[in-house]
């Protein structure tokens, strides 16, 4: 069974390049387009990662990654993010909150692909979301 990846962005070119991109590599894609639906999709769809943006209506990408990591079947969700975010202070919030990796755009989508097959890999045996304590 294909490993199925959450795609929470509310740009939707984004979305559909990043959903092309992971089926044509044999991942299942679900996607969401503002942050509260990405959570209501974590809790129904039961992704294996996450690829999250930061500056979303209703809900930005860190409240939904400081919500996964809250809750016990969630909190070790592999999380990337994916945004325009790119200042170091926001990079260094995304990994302080749980981020596994932080990709800033505009990006490669095959560079995506590769974190999401390392991520994938990793998860066969363990699982991610490791914090970064403070």
Same mark, same amino acid.
């Given at each position: 069974?294909?490993?199925?990846?959450?795609?929470?962005?509310?740009?939707?070119?984004?979305?559909?390049?990043?959903?092309?991109?992971?089926?044509?590599?044999?991942?299942?894609?679900?996607?969401?387009? &503002? *942050?509260? /639906?990405? =959570?209501?999709? +974590? $809790?129904? @769809?039961?992704?294996?990662?996450?690829?999250?943006?930061? !500056?979303?209506?209703?809900? &930005? *990408?860190? /409240?939904? =990654?400081?919500? +996964? $990591?809250? @809750?016990?079947?969630?909190?070790?969700?592999?999380?990337? !993010?994916?945004?325009?975010?790119?200042?170091?202070?926001?990079?260094?919030?995304?990994?302080?909150?749980?981020?596994?990796?932080?990709?800033?755009?505009?990006?490669?989508?095959?560079?995506?692909?590769?974190?999401?097959?390392?991520?994938?890999?990793?998860?066969?045996?363990?699982?991610?979301?490791?914090?970064?304590?403070?």
């Amino acid at each position: 069974m294909p490993l199925k990846v959450l795609v929470c962005d509310d740009e939707r070119h984004i979305v559909r390049l990043i959903q092309v991109n992971l089926e044509r590599q044999g991942y299942q894609v679900v996607t969401a387009f &503002d *942050g509260k /639906e990405g =959570l209501e999709k +974590i $809790r129904s @769809e039961k992704p294996d990662i996450v690829v999250l943006d930061v !500056m979303m209506p209703y809900m &930005d *990408g860190f /409240e939904v =990654l400081k919500s +996964i $990591r809250r @809750e016990p079947e969630t909190e070790n969700l592999p999380v990337i !993010m994916l945004t325009a975010k790119a200042q170091d202070k926001d990079v260094f919030e995304g990994y302080h909150y749980g981020a596994d990796m932080y990709l800033t755009k505009p990006f490669n989508p095959m560079e995506l692909v590769t974190f999401v097959k390392r991520i994938a890999q990793g998860t066969e045996g363990d699982s991610g979301g490791k914090r970064i304590e403070l």
